[in-house]
């Protein structure tokens, strides 16, 4: 487990992810983490955006069910 002290950064708070974690993570300085719900009520630090995962389930849904048309669209 991993631990992480909040501390002032510029008028606002943060934490300073050490090398361990961003290796873990697979994230580098300027990456962008997401903070998520995770069920059972805690919370997850992710670099995958949740929206655009339900996004891309939602399109790979809609290719499978609709894969004639497209293939007709496409010619």
């Known amino acids: 487990m991993l631990a992480f002290k909040v501390t002032t950064v510029g008028s606002s708070a943060g934490f300073i992810l050490p090398k361990e974690a ?3 993570l697979r994230i580098q300085k300027g990456d962008t983490v997401y903070l998520t719900e995770a069920p059972g009520g805690g919370y997850r630090l992710t670099p995958c955006n949740p929206d655009f995962d339900r996004q891309m389930a939602l399109a ?3 290719m499978h069910d ?3 048309i497209l293939r007709a ?3």
């Open 22 to 24: 961003m290796a873990k």
């Open 60 to 62: 790979e849904e809609i």
């Open 66 to 68: 609709d894969r004639d």
């Open 73 to 75: 669209l496409a010619k």
